[in-house]
């Protein structure tokens, strides 16, 4: 049974920095994408970054790109995304998910059969 959890959020001030964590297990992670989500109250989720491997690919939210890097340590079997420049419109629930196989399909949620229970980050003073 595929789990992924995350930590790492917390209440940073804008401007500052945060990494999140995702562990995963119950599978190979080598074999699938994994993505970061977020969703904020009264909006949609929304994909913020995804790395695939073999080869190693990433892309990101345009809202994010230049700010945030999404990376996987395999032998912690752990993908983390590092969150720089932090703006009050950071603040979310962020989740990490697994995708249906090695393809982030533009983070179309639909396509990820896996999820965290996610994890607060709040950018603010």
């Known amino acids: 049974q595929s789990q992924l959890v995350e930590s790492g959020g917390g209440l940073v001030q804008p401007g500052g920095s945060l990494t999140l964590s995702c562990a995963t297990s119950?599978?190979?992670?080598?074999?699938?994408?994994i993505a970061w989500f977020r969703q904020a109250p009264g909006k949609e989720r929304e994909g913020v970054s995804c790395v695939r491997a073999i080869p190693d690919s990433t892309i990101y939210a345009a809202s994010v790109k230049g700010r945030f890097t999404i990376s996987r340590d395999r032998a912690k079997n752990t993908v983390y995304l590092q969150m720089t420049s932090l703006k009050p419109e950071d603040t979310a629930i962020y989740y990490c998910?697994?995708?249906?196989?090695?393809?982030?399909?533009?983070?179309?949620?639909?396509?990820?059969?896996?999820w965290g229970q996610g994890t607060q980050v709040t950018a603010g003073s």
């Open positions: 998910a697994r995708a249906k196989r090695n393809q982030c399909y533009q983070m179309a949620p639909d396509n990820y059969v896996a």
């Open positions: 119950g599978f190979t992670m080598e074999n699938y994408a």
